[in-house]
């Protein structure tokens, strides 16, 4: 394949030809550089101490590293090493050994992530379950100004945050009731990062059938940790599926 290119453009335009199918899913190219100089760049620029404090938030200072690590652009002991060099690292390692857990499952499994690996640990009040993403979720049209932005973002960058990840995934299997899978290679569709180990070994933790719970969130969490941004201007503020106790939405949502 070629590798030298006079513009970004002209490396677009080389890609679309070489991989007509990804036009299927749209033409939107993600500002994401690859390359070991870009990966290198934002390594650098990995605050530790920061991330701890400040992750679950979106704007929190996340690394972006993912799509380098998947590709393996850069090796997770590398990142690793360069973490443990600085002070309060603990919460970041912890998060590179999730992924180094999912990656060993995966090599155990293989094929095997695309199946339930246990039980849900809830049965939800209502028996039916779709097995397609339904439309208004994949064209951001629920209304829904969160869920919306999530795959708005998804779509055009090729990235979503974690928690937002975590959300969307509880969102689409609980209260839409749509099986992990579809959702999973929705998710594997347009991801920069897309993995199907880190993937669908989230969605399972999320759907209880690889952890102790199903995950839940609610409107104060996510309002929360988004500065609001997304409920200030929601068409369904008022009728807000999320705007419950925790109480209230498993008895809403599970026997
Ligand atoms: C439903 C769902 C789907 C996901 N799909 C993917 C996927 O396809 N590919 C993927 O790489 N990650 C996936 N993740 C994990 C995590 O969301 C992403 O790794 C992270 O958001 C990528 O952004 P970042 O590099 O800025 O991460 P940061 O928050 O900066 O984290 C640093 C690094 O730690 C690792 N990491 C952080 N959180 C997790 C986690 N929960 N599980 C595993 N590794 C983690 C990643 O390598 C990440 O690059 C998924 C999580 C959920 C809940």
Same mark, same amino acid.
């Given at each position: ?34 390359? !070991? *100089? ?5 390594? #650098?620029? /990995?605050?530790? @101490? +920061?991330?701890?404090?400040? $992750?679950?938030?979106? =704007? ?42 999912? !990656? *060993? ?5 293989? #094929?095997? /992530?695309?199946? @339930? +690996?246990?039980?849900?640990? $809830?049965?939800?009040? =209502? ?129």
């Amino acid at each position: 394949m070629r590798r030298d290119f006079g513009s970004r453009a002209e490396l677009v335009d080389y890609v679309k030809q070489e991989f007509p199918e990804c036009l299927e899913h749209g033409e939107q190219v993600s500002e994401t550089r690859g390359g !070991r *100089r870009a990966a290198e760049a934002l390594l #650098e620029k /990995v605050n530790p @101490d +920061r991330y701890a404090r400040s $992750r679950n938030f979106l =704007s929190g200072a996340v690394t972006r590293l993912a799509p380098y690590l998947r590709h393996g652009v850069l090796s997770l002991g590398e990142v690793r090493r360069r973490a443990l060099a600085k002070p309060n690292h603990e919460k970041l390692v912890n998060e590179y050994a999730w992924r180094d857990y999912w !990656r *060993r499952v995966y090599g155990q499994i293989g #094929e095997g /992530v695309w199946k @339930d +690996r246990e039980e849900p640990k $809830r049965r939800w009040r =209502s028996a039916r379950e779709q097995t397609a993403l339904p439309e208004d979720i994949a064209g951001a049209r629920t209304g829904l100004a969160c869920m919306d932005g999530f795959v708005s973002e998804l779509i055009s960058t090729g990235y979503v945050h974690n928690h937002a990840r975590m959300w969307f995934a509880s969102y689409v299997i609980h209260w839409r009731r749509v099986r992990w899978q579809a959702a999973a290679k929705f998710f594997l569709t347009h991801l920069l990062d897309g993995d199907p180990a880190s993937n669908n070994l989230s969605f399972q933790w999320v759907a209880s059938t690889f952890g102790a719970k199903p995950y839940l969130f609610n409107r104060e969490n996510l309002e929360k940790y988004t500065d609001g941004k997304f409920c200030r201007g929601c068409a369904r503020a008022n009728d807000c599926p999320f705007g419950k106790s925790y109480e209230q939405i498993d008895e809403e949502l599970f026997q």
